[in-house]
């Protein structure tokens, strides 16, 4: 069984960092994109960042670009995103997802986890 | 950016009718166009990609057409479990993906 598990959310003062993780099963990890995806309560989907299979290429909106990095590590089968400098705007449920096709991107996701929430608030 | 306008912003219908949403892209995505379904509390799944191609355990009653700017999915015959909210994303403009506001379909 496919399975995405996000950690890490919890309540942060604005300015502040946060790492979130998602644990990965079911699937050969190393071989696909993943990304990581925003809701704010309430609203509409936000992708933020996705990064290869082996690691060495990223990309970031432009809402968190220089503010957030997107890592993983293929020998646990996770990934990570780093937020520094944490706004109020940044506040959400952070979903981790795979992309869809194995080596090489798709751009949709085919597998997402169960989201973490993430709260800026003083 | 490509922005993804989808109407309407709800809808409810009886079991068994037909559902009709429409995503509307500000400038052509081609076929690069995917539908999402989100069920209260739960995450996003993927229904439909490049447009028309039902993802793997997605049942025949979805469908999806369109191409360059204007999308439908389509439900045949509403069943009370698809009551979500629905989105649709493009990956034309890679890697700057984006998402529609999303339609909720409520059934009667």
């Known amino acids: 069984q496919v399975l995405l598990l996000e950690s890490g959310g919890g309540v942060v003062q604005p300015g502040k960092s946060l790492s979130l993780s998602c644990a990965a099963s079911g699937f050969t990890f190393s071989t696909y994109g993943m990304h990581w995806v925003r809701q704010t309560p309430g609203k509409g989907l936000d992708w933020v960042a996705v990064?290869?299979?082996?690691?060495?290429?990223?990309y970031y909106a432009d809402s968190v670009k220089g503010r957030f990095t997107i890592s993983r590590d293929n020998s646990k089968n996770t990934v990570h995103l780093q937020m520094n400098s944490l706004r109020a705007e940044d506040s959400a449920i952070y979903y981790c997802a795979k992309d869809k096709r194995s080596n090489g991107w798709f751009g949709s996701m085919d597998v997402w986890g169960q989201g973490t929430s993430v709260t800026v608030s003083s | 950016e490509i922005v993804l306008r989808q109407s309407p912003a709800s809808l409810s219908l009886s079991p068994g009718e037909r559902a009709t949403l429409s995503c509307r892209a500000s400038q052509s995505v081609a076929s690069y166009l995917a539908w999402y379904q989100q069920k209260p509390g739960q995450a996003p799944r993927l229904l439909i990609y490049d447009a028309s191609n039902r993802a793997t355990g997605i049942p025949a009653r979805f469908s999806g057409s369109g191409s360059g700017t204007e999308f439908t999915l389509t439900i045949s015959s509403l069943e009370p479990e698809d009551s979500a909210v629905y989105y649709c994303q493009q990956r034309r403009n890679w890697p700057r993906l984006t998402f529609g506001g999303g339609t909720k379909v409520e059934i009667k």
């Open positions: 990064i290869s299979s082996d690691g060495n290429n990223k």
